[in-house]
């Protein structure tokens, strides 16, 4: 008896395995997820469309951490301003090496168990169209078991590599839809439901999910999306892509961006526009410009305080009185917000502003847009609570909602946010409808994430009159 105890122990421990259409895969497994790391989905040549993956023999071990695309230095996950954050630990440092790669369409997947049925949530990074990678999933091993979802991340080319448009155009973009081909094609077993995919993303991931909307190729492979503060309204033209074209080939010729190193390619072309264009084909009109190519329930939001990472270097904006709030936002904005917000500080007041102007204008306008143009639902949300990073000063800073969703939970005092954005997200994913009701023209009903009570209100436009019918 006590032999046969042992030998189930022994097996529950060895690493987990699946089937892929390339070949079998081995993952880690550890409080109640296992975690495959760095499964490729597609091959890559550069500036060509991929392709498919040369299959392997034997069991490829997936337990070391997959390369992201070359971009610049940094990784969020080690910032002494929010990397602990997002990491949700004062720990977990280890985990947050990144190798870079030319090479770099892999898919991070966790699971509760390989057998079963389940919702599946693709993240797609942000980082603008430049930089990121889907990293953040591998710090969210509490998600999937909590939920009972099948999480997958994607890495992909990004800047030059993925967003320069020569003979194909859209590169990063295609890369999106091969790695979805790849989770219908594969995610069956690792417990998903190939059915039954919801996309999510943050800043440049809601932006992408935003251009994938507009993408005939993508159709069908997705059921439902949330666009997390990053509401893209359109690409670039076709001029645009091919004007930015000939501004990069003046500076590189193009044999020498065909045959320069991955590293210093990146450093001749930094700073270069990088953003999906209408090529005719893969993206064949302007987002928008009739009835959504892809017509799936959507929920779309964006956080309070935006902006208030970014402007650090302007420390006034922290402390602001009615005067130095009077030089900054026009006389009747500002009587809107007071009236609005009557126990809001002018910081307050200001933060707010910049975030409605810019990220929330553009989130009900996209709102505005699927209701219009398209057939289904959406749900509106607004990410309301402060942080206190930087002793309080961020706010509800531009993607502070995005860890707790995974449940990467670096402060006790936003566990209940934390878990009413998890549920809400798992299940829109299941059952295609949050616990809130759809976002109408006329009631605007939001759901307000805050601590210790998230709940739906209808949520005022606090900006000029009549902003909702301005194309």
Sequence with gaps: MLRRQFLFTALAALPDTAETTAGRVRGARANGVTVFRGIPYASQQRFQAPG?????????????????????????????????????????????????SEDCLVVNVLTPSTRGKRPVMVYIHGGGFSAGSSHLTLFADRFPPEQDVVLVGVNHRINVFGYLHLETANIGQLDLIAALEWVRANIGAFGGDPGN????GE???????????????????????????????????????????REVLAKVPLERLKTLPPAELWRATNGMKT?????????????????????????????????????????????????????????AAMAAYKAEYPKATPSDIWFRYATDKDARAKAIRQAQLQIQKGKSPVYMYHFEWNTPLVDGKIRAFHTAELPLAMRCVRFPESEPVSKALAHNWAQFARRGKPDWPAYTLNKRITM?????????????FPLEPGYQEKP
Excluded: H
Excluded at 203 to 231: D, Q, T, W, Y
Excluded at 284 to 301: E, H, K, S, T, Y
């Design 203 to 245: 800043s440049g991931g809601a932006a992408k999910i935003s251009a994938l909307l507009g993408m005939p190729a993508a159709r069908g492979l997705f059921r439902r999306a949330i666009v997390e503060s990053g509401s893209l309204l359109a690409v670039q033209t076709a001029d645009e892509a091919a004007a930015n074209t």
């Design 52 to 100: 498919p993956v040369t299959p392997w023999t034997g069991v490829r071990d997936c337990t070391q951490t997959g390369p992201r695309c070359v971009q610049g230095p940094g990784n969020i996950f080690l910032s002494p301003t929010i990397g602990e954050y997002f990491r949700g630990s004062a720990g977990r440092a280890e985990l947050a090496a990144q190798p870079d």
């Design 448 to 460: 307000i994430f805050d601590a210790p009570v998230s709940a739906p209100i209808p949520l005022r």
């Design 275 to 331: 953003q999906p264009a209408v090529d005719g084909k893969s993206i064949p009109r302007q987002l928008w410009d009739g009835a959504p190519v892809i017509d799936v329930p959507l929920i779309i939001g964006c956080c309070k305080d935006e902006t208030a990472l970014f402007t650090l270097k302007d420390e006034a904006l922290y402390s602001l009185d009615e005067k130095g709030l009077a030089s900054r936002m026009p006389a």
């Design 197 to 200: 995919v919801t996309v999510f």
